[in-house]
T-cell receptor, first 112, second 108 residues
Framework: DADVTQTPRNRITKTGKRIMLECSQTKGHDRMYWYRQDPGLGLRLIYYSFDVKDINKGEISDGYSVSRQAQAKFSLSLESAIPNQTALYFC???????????FGSGTRLTVV | KNEVEQSPQNLTAQEGEFITINCSYSVGISALHWLQQHPGGGIVSLFMLSSGKKKHGRLIATINIQEKHSSLHITASHPRDSAVYICAVGFGNEKLTFGTGTRLTIIP
């Protein structure tokens, strides 16, 4: 099994629908992140969490919400999806210090 | 906010060539990351650097903190090295700023 698992891998949804992207990890890391990738742009941080009780907004949090259900699970929700939220979404984990990131395989979301 | 610039944006080379990808940033950092994004979209962390040089197989990453510059080198390049290479900077694992990536294509 992958260290960081994202579900679904691909999703097409309609404008106005609520959608949840899920992320689970077996790394035992405290820190979890949600990023969005758009063509021609670098990854941008949506939300991050340093433990279950610590949730922080990133640079593009509008239109998104998150839930840290457990140390291993961090979900991203789009309350009312819009077409400009069409993107590739990545979950990542980190342990702090000098140990780098571990990324999930990404969720390709299309809002029509 | 840190500005991260990578060059070149696209690079095509013949198999076996020595490859260099560059990353410059505008504000002092504590760590720089090199990531590899495969054609299928998955991202793998290659290196995390705070000073000097690191080597892993045919990949070498260097950083010059004073110059705010890092390079990723690939020796004896191979078609399986074809990917997008992304530079990211920040403080430890917190709130990284990412470059837009260098798309590398290695031709057999």
């Amino acid at each position: 099994d992958a260290d960081v698992t994202q579900t679904p891998r691909n999703r097409i949804t309609k404008t106005g629908k609520r959608i949840m992207l899920e992320c689970s990890q077996t790394k035992g890391h405290d820190r979890m992140y949600w990023y969005r990738q758009d063509p021609g742009l670098g990854l941008r941080l949506i939300y991050y969490s340093f433990d279950v009780k610590d949730i922080n907004k990133g640079e593009i949090s509008d239109g998104y919400s998150v839930s840290r259900q457990a140390q291993a699970k961090f979900s991203l929700s789009l309350e009312s999806a819009i077409p400009n939220q069409t993107a590739l979404y990545f979950c990542a984990t980190g342990s702090g210090g000098d140990y780098g990131y571990t990324f999930g395989s990404g969720t390709r979301l299309t809002v029509v | 906010k840190n500005e991260v610039e990578q060059s070149p944006q696209n690079l095509t080379a013949q198999e076996g060539e020595f490859i260099t990808i560059n990353c410059s940033y505008s504000v002092g950092i504590s760590a720089l990351h090199w990531l590899q994004q495969h054609p299928g979209g998955g991202i793998v962390s290659l290196f995390m650097l705070s000073s000097g040089k690191k080597k892993h197989g045919r990949l070498i990453a260097t950083i010059n903190i004073q110059e705010k510059h890092s390079s990723l080198h690939i020796t004896a390049s191979h078609p399986r090295d074809s990917a997008v290479y992304i530079c990211a900077v920040g403080f430890g694992n917190e709130k990284l700023t990412f470059g837009t990536g260098t798309r590398l294509t290695i031709i057999p």
